[in-house]
Nanobody, 123 residues
Framework: QVQLVESGGGSVQAGGSLRLSCAAYGPSVSSLCMGWFRQAPGVERERVAQIDSATYGFTNYADSVKGRFTISKDNAKNTLYLEMNGLKPEDTAMYYC???????????????WGQGTQVTVSS
C-alpha cells in the first residue's frame, strides 16, 4: 500500500551537511506517521527522528542527533526530509525511511520501509 524511496545519501566530510529525501507513493504523507532510522554494522538499529501530523509541530529526535538533524514534510511533494548538519563520523550508516498509516491512540508501528540510502562521513 505504501512505497518509500530514499535518496540524497552520499559521502561528506565531518562537519558537513546532507539532506535525505523520502518520496512516498500511494497515500498522502499527511495520512502517515513517518520516521528515519539508521543501521551501521555492529550497531543496533536506531530511530533517528519521527514526525506525526496528528499533533501540530510534533517531532522527536534521538539524543545522538538532537540539535543537528531536522525532520520535516513537504505535503505538496509528498516527501519526507531529514536535514543533517554538523555531521560526525559516527553518523555513518544506512539510513531508512519508514512509515505506517496513522492510527488514533496508537504509536507508529512502521510497517513500511524504504530500501535505504548510505551516508558516509569521513574525518
Amino acid at each position: 500500500q505504501v512505497q518509500l524511496v530514499e535518496s540524497g545519501g552520499g559521502s561528506v566530510q565531518a562537519g558537513g551537511s546532507l539532506r535525505l529525501s523520502c518520496a512516498a507513493y500511494g497515500p498522502s504523507v499527511s495520512s502517515l506517521c513517518m520516521g528515519w532510522f539508521r543501521q551501521a554494522p555492529g550497531v543496533e538499529r536506531e530511530r533517528v527522528a519521527q514526525i506525526d501530523s496528528a499533533t501540530y509541530g510534533f517531532t522527536n529526535y534521538a539524543d545522538s542527533v538532537k540539535g543537528r538533524f531536522t525532520i520535516s514534510k513537504d505535503n505538496a511533494k509528498n516527501t519526507l526530509y531529514l536535514e543533517m548538519n554538523g555531521l560526525k563520523p559516527e553518523d555513518t550508516a544506512m539510513y531508512y525511511c519508514a512509515a505506517d498509516f496513522r492510527r488514533p491512540g496508537m504509536q507508529c508501528r512502521y510497517n513500511y520501509w524504504g530500501q535505504g540510502t548510505q551516508v558516509t562521513v569521513s574525518s
